[in-house]
């Protein structure tokens, strides 16, 4: 809890159209994660990167694309080759290499009409 | 690859029951988590477990690791409506060091007064 942002909250896109999701987090973590979650589903993991100016995919990462630029940042973009981009987005980072407990951002809440 | 399987799906409990959930792993795990998400909310990491036989208590809550580091339970006593919310546990990949995980599809809990 706390320590990572998301934003916007809620996002309206239409068909079509590249949207970028942001996720900041000022808790000096080396990897930072992107998940999806849809209604009644677990998490499934789409991107994560574990050191700056690297990331691989995860199980779901066709039609999505990520940077790490800088290590507190790491945003995700939806784009419109992603079939069915309407889900919760949440961004999570752990202190990275032997340590797994991952702190959640509170999400952003994508619909795509 | 490795699966990380809950149930039950959903979980009704009268306010005062008890109730148990569980995680079940294809494969031997070298930790398991396990983490909360309130109705609308992100997943709040809740505690882990790293070895054999390992029980560990937070007030109701009592979390087991299996003597084979492939299953784990939450049990909750005396279940109240904070309790509300969908329970994820959750692994490390099973080729992986860095804090990658996989998580079960959850177990949603509703609590009638």
């Known amino acids: 809890d706390g320590g990572i942002t998301q934003s916007p909250k809620y996002l309206f896109r239409k068909e079509g159209q590249n949207v970028t999701l942001s996720c900041e987090q000022n808790l000096n973590h080396d990897a930072m994660y992107w998940y999806r979650q849809d209604p009644g589903q677990g998490l499934r993991l789409i991107y994560y990167?574990?050191?700056?100016?690297?990331?691989q995919k995860g199980d779901i990462a066709e039609g999505y694309s990520v940077s790490r630029e800088k290590k507190e940042s790491f945003p995700l973009t939806v784009t419109s080759a992603q079939k069915n981009p309407t889900a919760f987005y949440l961004c999570?980072?752990?202190?990275?290499?032997?340590?797994?407990?991952?702190?959640f951002g509170p999400g952003t809440r994508l619909t795509v009409t | 690859g490795q699966q990380v399987m809950q149930i039950p799906q959903y979980q009704h409990v009268q306010e005062g029951e008890d109730f148990t959930t569980y995680c079940n792993s294809s494969?031997?795990?070298?930790?398991i988590q396990w983490y909360k998400q309130r109705p609308g909310g992100h997943p709040v990491f809740l505690i882990q477990?790293?070895?054999?036989?390992e029980v560990k208590k937070q007030k109701r809550l009592t979390f087991q690791f299996g003597e084979a580091k492939k299953n784990s339970s939450l049990h909750i006593t005396a279940t109240q409506t904070t309790d509300v919310g969908t329970y994820f546990c959750?692994?490390?990949?099973?080729?992986?060091?860095?804090?990658?995980?996989?998580f079960g599809a959850g177990t949603q809990v509703v609590v009638t007064p």
């Open positions: 494969t031997t795990l070298s930790n």
């Open positions: 990167s574990q050191i700056v100016n690297d990331f």
């Open positions: 999570a980072s752990s202190i990275g290499q032997s340590s797994y407990e991952q702190y």
């Open positions: 477990l790293v070895k054999s036989g």
């Open positions: 959750a692994g490390p990949g099973s080729t992986d060091s860095w804090g990658k995980l996989q």
